[in-house]
């Protein structure tokens, strides 16, 4: 299954058009689909970006909704690793 970083990014034509419209550095969305234990953020995108991807998918007529910055339903948690 997708990550919601993944499914969104996929929605905007790649993580290189992401990178663009939110002026990052296009290393960034990239790194939202990277796992934690590689310096990624685990599929999960920023809080910090959701406002922003919401208006430029409203500008662009992408389809997004506030609920797919949420896993769906029925679908299993991250595992986290142990704490040591």
Request: hydrophobic share 40%; charged share 25%; glycine share 10%.
């Amino acid at each position: 299954m997708k990550s919601q970083a993944e499914r969104i990014i996929e929605k905007f034509g790649g993580a290189s058009v992401v990178a663009k419209m939110l002026g990052v550095d296009p290393s960034r969305p990239y790194r939202w689909m990277y796992p934690k234990a590689s310096g990624g953020s685990g599929g999960i995108i920023p809080a910090k970006y959701h406002e922003a991807l919401m208006r430029h998918a409203h500008e662009r007529g992408v389809d997004l909704t506030p609920h797919d910055f949420f896993a769906p339903v029925g679908a299993a948690a991250p595992k986290q690793e142990a704490r040591k």
